[in-house]
């Protein structure tokens, strides 16, 4: 059965094609044909069920006002600016900071020894792209990730992140190995008096096996207990080599609860030199991670806890017809991926399901939102008020004892803009989400025109996530443009 049309890649010669989204036999497909390379069918999402439920939270925005280059639908994906085709801003910046690394994973695709030369912007590149992000209208990039490569082999990591909180960036993160933060906890200190937000930790598991790093691990987050900085666990999970741990990985963030903040699974994204043997035994797709974790924690978190990133856009709705101030926008793509908070406590882990419908929870601040448009500072107030009452229904009454706590937070952060508040909220809890990242196998086109990851590159362009990493032209060509000769 046929449910969308979009456009995708031949992942041989990745030419742009048009292609079915399809379901059969319970999962949903991607089917598309090459005039040179024949017919391909791959597993976009292995739960149509699952896919329709996503289905119902799409959100379609609006990109953004001053879009670098203009475009066609002919000329997506190879002419990214972004363009006026682009219909989500930047929640996330990631900016690469170097190619060099001091690990050689073999599922890696960035890095120096790979590339056979040294991709290293200058800090005045650096700064430029940064500029660039927070000019972004109507709303300026809220969050930057410095990536590699691994960012901290330069020294001038901690002036980078000083200049990124002086440009105004809420939140700064830093995805890393953690080598070099395990070897000194007066360089964890250093990094998070610049200003930096949150350690984005590669961790794959709980056992030397799928994760040879986890003393080094241990080390990082005893490290960033001490100095407190923040800490979320980013595991790449790859089918039959550690897709049995993750209902360990998120007991190990439970346990550290004190300084880690989540867990976002990273499903891998077959970006390198995979073949098609590869891609069919390795394959992970969201549902199946969701399985996995419901069978590993025993049905304390399950399939239908988690929901997709478009979930949470009546949140900035009401905050923007409250205040009448545009806001951040979460309008990824609702397959890209899927996330829930749970408490927790000592009796253990509580979803957030547990305490609040979800459902009616998000309908009542739809309902909200649309009375407050229609404005008047006294209908305004009013229509606050009855949202507040329809609001109070959705919060559960839990076993565990009074939501009075949650129901404070959740005004603090709507009604009062106390955005602190959201600070102790994350702080008592735990997210977990992942986040699929496509690749030449399973391109979406649908989903890159959605995408709210976007890479910052020296010439003043914004880049999908996943265009930049597997669309016909972007992060080879960035990097060898400017880039010099690798010597060991």
Known sequence: MLLKKTRSLCPVCKNVLDADIVEEDGSVWLLRTCPEHGSFKDIYWSDAEMWHRFERYEVLGKGVENPQSSGTTDTCPTMCGLCNNHRSSTLLANIDLTNRCNLNCDFCFANARACGFIYEPTFEQIVAMLTVLREEKPCP???????????????????????????????????????????????????????????????????????????????????????????????????????????????????????VRGVN??????????????????????????????????????????????????????????????????????????????????????????????????????????KLKKGGSINKYKALLEGIKELHTSVKKSEQGSTTDFWKLIMKALVLQNFE?????????????????????????????????????????????????SGPVYREVVWKKYSSEFKE
């Not at 406590?345 to 459902?359: A, C, F, S």
């Open 141 to 259: 990039a809220p969050a930057v990730q410095f990536s590699g490569g691994e960012p901290t082999m330069r020294e001038d990591l901690p002036a980078i992140i000083r200049k990124a909180k002086e440009l105004g960036f809420p939140q700064v993160q830093l995805a890393t190995n953690g080598i070099k933060l395990a070897r000194d906890v007066k360089y964890v200190e250093e990094l998070r008096n610049a200003g930096l937000s949150t350690v984005y930790l590669h961790f794959d598991g709980v056992t030397r096996d799928t994760n040879p790093q986890l003393k080094i691990d241990e080390k990082v987050v005893k490290n960033c207990d001490e100095v407190g900085l923040g800490i979320v666990l980013v595991p790449t999970i790859i089918k039959g080599r550690n897709d049995d741990q993750v209902g360990a990985i998120i007991q190990f963030a439970a346990d550290h609860i004190s300084v």
């Open 265 to 370: 699974f990273q499903p891998i994204a077959f970006t390198g030199a995979a073949s098609e043997e590869d891609v069919n035994r390795e394959r992970i797709t969201i549902p199946e991670l969701l399985e996995d974790i419901e069978a590993q924690t025993e049905g304390v978190l399950k399939k239908s806890d988690f929901y997709p990133v478009p979930c949470v856009v009546p949140v900035s709705d009401l905050v923007e017809a409250y205040t009448g101030k545009p806001q951040i926008r979460f309008t990824a793509h609702q397959h890209c991926g899927a996330a829930t908070y749970a408490f927790v406590t000592k009796d253990g882990l509580m979803p957030i399901n547990r305490m609040v419908d979800v459902d009616s929870f998000f309908a009542s601040l739809e309902q909200t939102a649309e």
């Open 421 to 469: 508040a959201l600070r102790d909220f994350h702080w008592n809890a735990l997210f977990i989400g992942t986040m699929h990242f496509m690749d030449r196998y399973n391109y979406d086109l649908g989903r890159v025109q959605r995408c709210c990851i976007h890479y910052a590159t020296p010439d003043g362009t914004l880049v999908p996530f996943c265009t930049y990493n």
